[in-house]
């Protein structure tokens, strides 16, 4: 169980954040460039010391500025996976994998067999020899992660594992890292921009916006119940206040929203609620749906974006503000023939709009 | 709109061209002519006779021991002083620094008469070592310390510049490897910066073989224990011009060859040499 409540000021930014991870469930922490996500993995590392907090892993306690207590980071054990890997380009794959073995003072025998384990564990074998820039992106990854567990750490950090790879080898190496860290039984923290990364890895999910936790929660209730338009936002999702107008006949619920009206199904008590809807249940038209029982809103198109990574699926930008986003395919958009400026209409059905307090 | 003065652009233009191209030339002319001076100035065969010569040969072996043990030793002395620099803030670190660059700019008689002043008979140390029964002026070992005290900065400062520019980011992945601060010195931090080290190795090696003034203030000019290359020629030129060339021609072509070759392996004497690998390169 990994606990930490830390403190940091880097000029102007200013993070302060709580966190708690076991070893059943890989922490993600998401956000934008900027939010302090590498800080928090250097802290808890420590590569870098809180102005003030405490980190401790179980019992064993790393950092508590309160009672002076430090650990430098050679005598933590962290296996930390910066971000594009950092391998030491001057040895070879082996030796990088070696490395923290020699460093922690293992007899040379014990070292090389430890290393051969690792490089046929993570299918380095015909590659023991090469150098990190004959390797490709994926392989250096594989590296990396080698070098990482040689210690068999007991808290592992991953500094956007992907964002070094290019979109074709990604694929393949986010299902081979899921599996990796799923049959792993340290504590693992992974840090990433990118929400799809987040809800892939991250059996809990902590949203960090400018160096401050904006939600935790583990990946349904990020989804069904995003607490700030932030969180939406970076979960591509639209949310939206809405207050309760009228109730029923049986479960509908008719909202007042900064859009309009929208009319729902369910929802617990109270008139002050959230209000979702996932872009991909919206469906646009360029006539008004006549007679449909759909929410129908109705705006100029602010912007089309292509999803990552094949731009198959385009987001389509709904203004005026708060913005609404409709994702479909790029072959609907192409028969409609969408383009920016153009006036459309969003429509969705009650039952795919969530409710909550 | 405003429209350019046609004619007085073409003068500035023109003028400015032929001015760069003529000033260029004469330095280019000021520096090959008298290297020129010193090829033409011997037929090979004299110079073949001239390195057959016992004395010449002499000369020579000794700038060449003397000036690789100086960089041996500025090596030994120099990168851990050049490590302390570049990784650690202490008090004091300006003055150390400025000590460590003074040697470069005073003159070498100077530093000479400052060696004597500090070792010689007369010198700070000199009773100490006399007492120990070790006289260093006029001997071989002078000659080193001579080498030394000139050559050691510009290891000191390409080791140390080579050092700074290691990655942090590699630094920090030894640090979470279980690798302590000299461990990741020796392993990490030395090997990164190795084009740097060889450089800076150069340059003091370069340097020491041709330094003269602090030789001969401090060790002086005797055959056979202290008269080096550049001494040797000086004293030359009044007797042997045939002599006093061959040896300079062999200066001259080992500098011309150390430059090139570091050239070749891409490390220039003022451009900082290429960092080593900054980051793996992502994908490929």
């Known amino acids: ?357 | 709109m405003i429209r350019p003065d046609g004619r007085r652009r073409l003068w500035l233009e023109t003028g400015g061209r032929v001015g760069a191209l003529a000033l260029a030339g004469l330095l280019g002319a000021m520096i090959a002519l008298p290297l020129a001076g010193i090829v033409l100035r011997v037929s090979p065969a004299a110079m073949l006779r001239q390195l057959a010569d016992p004395g010449v040969r002499q000369t020579l072996w000794l700038s060449a021991g003397t000036s690789v043990t100086a960089t041996l030793i500025s090596l030994l002395l120099g990168l851990p002083m050049a490590g302390l620099l570049a990784t650690r803030s202490f008090p004091g670190k300006r003055v150390i620094e400025v000590l460590m660059d003074l040697p470069m700019v005073i003159p070498p008689t100077v530093a000479g008469f400052a060696l004597l002043m500090a070792f010689g008979r007369v010198g700070l140390l000199g009773g100490t070592l006399s007492a120990l029964g070790i006289s260093l002026p006029f001997t071989t070992a002078a000659v080193v310390v001579a080498q030394v005290f000139m050559s050691v900065p510009f290891l000191v400062g390409a080791a140390r510049a080579g050092f700074a520019s290691v990655d942090p980011r590699y630094l920090d992945a030894a640090a979470t490897l279980r690798a302590g601060e000299v461990y990741t010195f020796l392993r990490v931090r030395l090997p990164l910066a190795l084009p740097s080290l060889i450089a800076g190795a150069a340059m003091c090696w370069a340097r020491a073989l041709g330094e003269f003034g602090a030789t001969i203030t401090f060790a002086g000019n005797m055959a056979g224990t202290t008269r080096t290359v550049p001494l040797d020629v000086y004293l030359l030129l009044q007797e042997n011009l045939d002599a006093a060339a061959t040896l300079s021609l062999v200066l001259v072509v080992m500098a011309a060859v150390l430059l090139a070759g570091m050239r070749q392996a891409g490390l220039g004497l003022f451009a900082p040499p290429r960092a080593h690998g900054s980051a793996a390169a992502p994908g490929r």
């Not at chain 1, 954040?17 to 590498?38: H, I, R």
């Not at chain 1, 699926?313 to 609404?324: D, E, H, K, N, S």
């Not at chain 1, 023939?337 to 039952?351: D, E, M, W, Y």
């Open chain 1, 1 to 357: 169980m990994l606990t930490a409540a830390l403190q940091r000021r880097v000029g102007e930014f200013a993070l302060e954040c709580e966190l708690e991870a076991n070893a059943a469930a890989t922490l993600v922490l998401v956000g934008e460039s900027g939010s302090g996500k590498s800080t928090v993995l250097r802290l808890l590392a420590g590569l870098l010391r809180p102005d003030a907090g405490r980190v401790a892993l179980g019992n064993r306690v790393w950092c508590d500025t309160s009672r002076a207590i430090w650990v430098p980071a050679p005598e933590r054990p962290v296996g930390y996976v910066p971000q594009d890997y950092a391998l030491f380009p001057h040895l070879s794959a082996a030796e990088n994998i070696a490395f923290g073995l020699r460093a922690s003072g293992m007899d040379r025998g014990a070292v090389k067999r430890r290393t051969a384990d690792l490089l046929d564990r993570f299918e380095l074998t015909d590659l023991a020899g090469r150098r990190p820039h004959d390797l490709s992106g994926g392989q250096q990854q594989r590296v990396a992660l080698a070098r990482a567990l040689a210690l068999e750490p007991a808290l592992l950090l991953l500094d956007e594992p992907l964002s070094a790879l290019d979109v074709e080898t990604r694929h393949a190496v986010r299902t081979e890292l899921k599996r990796l860290l799923a049959g792993l039984s340290c504590v693992t923290v992974l840090v990433t921009h990118a929400p799809m990364e987040a809800l892939l890895f991250g059996d809990r999910i902590a949203v960090l916006d400018h160096g401050r936790i904006a939600q935790v929660g583990d990946r349904l209730s990020l989804l069904r119940e995003p607490r700030t338009r932030y969180v939406a936002t970076l979960l591509g999702l639209n949310l939206m206040p809405g207050r309760v107008l009228t109730r029923g006949p049986g479960e509908e619920v008719v909202l007042a929203t900064p859009r309009g009206q929208v009319m729902a199904v369910g929802g617990g008590p109270g008139d002050d609620l959230f209000v979702v809807v996932s872009p991909d249940q919206v469906t646009l038209s360029l006539e008004q749906p006549a007679g449909s029982a759909r929410n129908v809103l109705s705006g100029e198109i602010d912007e089309i974006l292509p999803e990552p990574p094949y731009g198959e699926r385009l987001r389509v930008v709904i203004g005026p503000a708060p913005a609404f986003v409709a994702e479909i395919t790029a072959r609907a958009a192409a028969h409609l023939g969408l383009t920016v400026g153009q006036r459309v209409h969003a429509s969705f059905k009650a039952t795919s709009v969530a409710i909550y307090a």
